[in-house]
């Protein structure tokens, strides 16, 4: 039975973009499991702008982080005791955080079973996220929908996109990047991530080239390459544009967006995005853009744990043959093999300009 009113909610998900965006289906479903439900989160200052932007979100709350001042961590204390939440959700348990919860009085305070900080926390669930069973997201819907459990409230069905950008906004970005990059907007439109964010293992520059020119060779579709890039990899996007220009693959990179969010809504213009397992991925996933993730073979980061939250049919993976040594070579993925498969899948799927293809759409 759901409660007669809502429950102000604090979410922390204070680490890498990625992990963030695999957190927005948990929100959707703590928001929309009551109207009343107010649901704050605990970010870093990088996760921050993208935040704000979520529609599940009311109130963003910056982290200082372990190495902020005390002056910092004691005004933060200070919020939360004053934000009087009836629940605290922490998706990735740290001694600092469940402390703080627990200084900070909130009654009701659910993590995972995992390392001692789980004393701080009055319910705990048993995941055992390290057997990587099941992907992230989903770990972090099961976290979500047990808190409801907790406040009587009845966990809501939640389906992608999660991030639900309007029809309108999708084709004004495909617009404006038609007429920055000299783009047909009537091509499909490949947007290729080659950097790692220094927290991912990755194809090689030469790898994503060979890649490309096989899905193009391999693709009667007429298609654009768009090289996306994050700080300090702009020289390595520019290093795989040059080697596709020498092999008459005409490729442009995106310029650098006006921050962070601008450049997540770029994203919505594409009609496939190829990246390793990356912020980026994990914000087309959340768009619902179709996604091609490459990943290495080792328990803690298989293509499953790691699964971006579009729709099974918007999504492909592919990482290296089983290896107890080689788990992390990505040079034994089968290239040839891997592009044969996104050749074939890709025309499968709608262009990004027509309205009809996110069902998110409004």
């Known amino acids: 039975m759901t409660l007669s009113k809502g429950r102000r909610i604090l979410v922390v998900r204070n680490d890498k ?3 963030f965006m695999l957190a927005w289906p948990a929100l959707a ?12 989160v605990l970010v870093p200052a990088y996760t921050a702008p993208l935040a704000e932007c979520c529609p599940w979100i009311d109130e963003v709350i910056l982290d200082p982080g372990a190495e902020g001042t005390k002056a910092a961590q004691r005004a933060l204390l200070e919020r939360l005791r004053t934000g009087r939440f009836d629940a605290l959700l922490t ?15 909130i009654p009701l305070r659910l993590a995972p079973a995992t390392k001692w900080a789980q004393v701080f926390y009055n319910r705990r669930v048993v995941q055992r996220r390290s057997r990587s069973a099941r992907p992230e997201y989903r770990y972090n819907l099961e976290l979500a929908e047990s808190l409801l459990a907790a406040m009587h409230q009845s966990p809501p069905r939640v389906e992608p996109p999660y991030w639900p950008l309007a029809a309108e906004t999708r084709r004004q970005e495909r617009r404006g990047l038609a007429e920055e990059l000299n783009l047909d907007p009537a091509c499909r439109w490949a947007f290729v991530h080659p950097g790692s964010g220094g927290s991912a293992v990755n194809l090689s520059l030469d790898q994503y080239a060979d890649l490309v020119t096989a ?15 994050g700080p300090r990899e ?6 795989l544009a040059d080697r596709l220009h020498a092999r008459d693959i005409p490729a442009v990179l995106l310029p650098p967006r006006a921050g962070l969010t601008a450049f997540a809504r770029s994203l919505a213009a594409a009609d496939l995005l190829i990246a390793g397992s990356t912020g980026p991925l994990h914000v087309a996933g959340c ?26 049919t918007h999504r492909l993976a592919f990482s290296p043959p089983p290896g107890r040594d080689s788990e992390t070579d990505m040079t034994r993925i089968d290239i040839p093999a891997a592009a044969a498969r996104i050749a ?17 759409a409004v």
Not at 91 to 105: H, I, M
Not at 234 to 239: F, K, L, N
Not at 288 to 296: A, I
């Open 234 to 239: 702009r020289d390595a996007a520019q290093h």
């Open 17 to 19: 973009l990625g992990d």
């Open 287 to 312: 768009l619902d853009v179709p996604t091609v993730g490459f990943y290495p073979a080792k328990r803690s980061a298989t293509p499953l744990r790691w699964q971006t939250c579009n729709r099974e």
């Open 344 to 360: 074939e899948w890709w025309p499968t799927l709608p262009v990004a300009g027509d309205a009809t293809s996110s069902p998110g």
């Open 215 to 229: 899905i193009a060779e391999s693709s009667d579709l007429e298609s654009k390459w768009v090289l996306t890039f």
């Open 29 to 40: 479903c703590l928001k929309r499991a009551h109207p009343g439900n107010r649901i704050s």
């Open 91 to 105: 998706l990735f348990s740290t001694p600092r955080v469940g402390w703080l919860g627990w200084r900070a009085r």
